[in-house]
């Protein structure tokens, strides 16, 4: 009976730990994916940080599935999150394109206003989840300001474009530079971006969901370059209509 206690108090004891080993692995890739764009391979590079954005997403879930969430978790989580989607995106895009633009003052600007406005945001966003009701509509579905994964992707999303299709408008420094700098400031921002964690789905569109979200795994693998070129595409023009559905609610709410 003792060492059947002993292995489930060990068992219990690890499970703790799930989640925060997640986070780290992710904070692995994220610094991986800088050694890489500092060599040149760029493809593994984004391979990379899009793992640690899948890693990133999941962490959290697990947590509250294991029941194990904590305040030291999400603070490992929060600093590996500056580092993945704040530092190593600017980074592998600078070592990509960003040092080809002809003012080098303004191509590192680049880079530390990205790290900035990440760090900016994850503040904002650890300080409203103790501070904001979480079951006001303004706060249950719409963020402020690009999450930092999205931001991220969104970072990444020239290279990505330039795998998919080639040289392009998209493959230009001073391109590059500007999306950089718009990333970093929407991040920062408080302007209203989606946030999908607390929609619910009705029951008779669950089976329809599932279906979509196995479709996109499909693509993911045969064409995961395309795939996630045209995700961020839509996900840009999704941030246009949830400004507009936001200030709808903002006045709904402000009539009550």
Same mark, same amino acid.
């Given at each position: 009976?003792?060492?059947?206690?002993?292995n489930?108090e060990n068992q219990?004891?690890f499970?703790?730990f799930v989640p925060?080993?997640?986070s780290l692995?992710a904070?692995?890739c994220?610094?991986?994916?800088?050694?890489?764009g500092?060599?040149g391979n760029?493809?593994?590079?984004?391979?990379?940080l899009?793992?640690a954005c899948?890693?990133?997403?999941?962490?959290?879930?697990?947590?509250?599935?294991l029941n194990?969430?904590?305040d030291?978790g999400?603070?490992?989580?929060?600093?590996?999150?500056?580092v993945?989607f704040?530092?190593?995106?600017?980074?592998v895009?600078?070592?990509?394109?960003?040092n080809e633009?002809?003012?080098?003052g303004?191509?590192?600007?680049a880079v530390?206003?990205?790290a900035?406005c990440?760090?900016?945001?994850?503040a904002r966003?650890?300080?409203?989840l103790?501070t904001?009701?979480?079951?006001?509509?303004?706060? #249950?579905?719409?963020? @402020?300001?690009?999450?930092?994964?999205a /931001?991220a992707?969104l970072? %990444? &999303?020239?290279? +990505?474009l330039?795998?998919?299709?080639?040289?392009g408008?998209?493959s230009?420094?001073?391109?590059v530079?500007?999306?950089t700098?718009?990333?970093?400031?929407?991040?920062g921002?408080t302007?209203?971006?989606p946030?999908?964690k607390?929609?619910?789905? #009705?029951?008779?569109? @669950?089976?329809?969901?599932?279906?979509l /979200?196995a479709?996109?795994? %499909? &693509?993911?693998? +045969?064409?995961?370059?395309?795939?996630?070129?045209l995700?961020?595409?839509?996900?840009?023009?999704s941030i246009?209509?949830?400004?507009?559905?936001?200030f709808?609610?903002?006045r709904e709410?402000?009539?009550?």
């Amino acid at each position: 009976m003792k060492n059947i206690k002993t292995n489930e108090e060990n068992q219990v004891y690890f499970t703790k730990f799930v989640p925060t080993l997640l986070s780290l692995l992710a904070l692995c890739c994220g610094v991986s994916s800088i050694r890489y764009g500092y060599s040149g391979n760029y493809v593994l590079a984004a391979t990379l940080l899009l793992i640690a954005c899948f890693l990133d997403g999941i962490d959290g879930r697990v947590a509250r599935f294991l029941n194990v969430s904590s305040d030291f978790g999400a603070q490992i989580d929060s600093l590996a999150d500056l580092v993945n989607f704040g530092v190593a995106p600017g980074f592998v895009v600078y070592c990509w394109k960003i040092n080809e633009f002809e003012v080098s003052g303004i191509a590192w600007f680049a880079v530390m206003l990205l790290a900035s406005c990440m760090a900016i945001r994850l503040a904002r966003f650890n300080v409203d989840l103790t501070t904001k009701d979480q079951n006001d509509p303004l706060v #249950k579905y719409f963020f @402020k300001g690009v999450p930092a994964p999205a /931001a991220a992707c969104l970072a %990444i &999303l020239p290279m +990505i474009l330039y795998f998919q299709f080639g040289y392009g408008f998209w493959s230009e420094p001073i391109f590059v530079v500007i999306n950089t700098m718009m990333v970093a400031l929407l991040a920062g921002s408080t302007i209203p971006t989606p946030c999908f964690k607390k929609v619910k789905i #009705k029951e008779e569109y @669950k089976n329809i969901v599932l279906i979509l /979200a196995a479709m996109l795994i %499909i &693509l993911l693998v +045969i064409k995961p370059w395309l795939t996630l070129s045209l995700t961020g595409v839509i996900y840009v023009i999704s941030i246009v209509i949830s400004i507009f559905v936001f200030f709808k609610f903002k006045r709904e709410k402000a009539k009550k």
